[in-house]
């Protein structure tokens, strides 16, 4: 018998572990050093009165904790931008199935429920980016549809670190 899995809206509760598996994803990516928050940050800008992201966990009933207490099989962190051109929009900044996990369809079922909602709030384009070494996330997006804007269109992607903000600001 399958287990019942759940999607649902994070709580504030819920952000030690989804500080965690932040941590995991950042490992995969070999990015670990770039992590720079932490958990109460996490908890001030997704709860505070104007919150900067929204995300989306998938919970396991209670009686399927892993070895460390854990419900959460994985996560989905968004928030919502706009496009001079098209409008509304939704950035999907991480999307997150613990290895274990992995092969079960709990990252479809996170990615329907981000689609879900930027189409209740009226966006016209769910946005993404996706390592170039990451060929699975690659294939798993492009099966659903999503097309590679470096490719079809020439964009990229660019930030200005803190630093380059700072000395932006003093010029």
């Not at 649902?8 to 965690?20: L, N, P, Q, T, V």
């Not at 996490?42 to 992201?53: A, C, Q, R, S, V």
Request: hydrophobic share 40%; aromatic share 12%; charged share 25%.
């Amino acid at each position: 018998m399958a287990v019942a899995l759940q999607i649902r809206e994070a709580k504030e509760a819920d952000c030690g572990d989804i500080m965690k598996m932040i941590r995991e994803l950042a490992e995969f990516e070999k990015l670990s050093d770039q992590v720079k928050i932490s958990e109460g940050v996490l908890k001030t800008d997704g709860f505070g009165e104007n919150p900067f992201y929204h995300c989306l966990v998938a919970e396991f009933p209670p009686e399927h904790r892993d070895p460390l207490g854990s419900t959460l099989a994985g996560y989905g962190l968004y928030y919502f931008t706009y496009s001079t051109w098209t409008g509304r929009n939704v950035y999907l900044e991480d999307i997150y199935v613990r290895p274990k996990y992995q092969g079960q369809g709990i990252g479809s079922k996170i990615i329907k429920k981000v689609a879900e909602a930027a189409l209740e709030r009226g966006c016209s384009q769910l946005r993404f980016a996706v390592l170039d070494n990451n060929k699975s996330a690659i294939d798993f997006y492009k099966a659903r549809g999503a097309k590679d804007l470096t490719v079809a269109e020439g964009w990229h992607f660019f930030h200005f670190d803190n630093e380059a903000l700072r000395e932006m600001v003093r010029m």
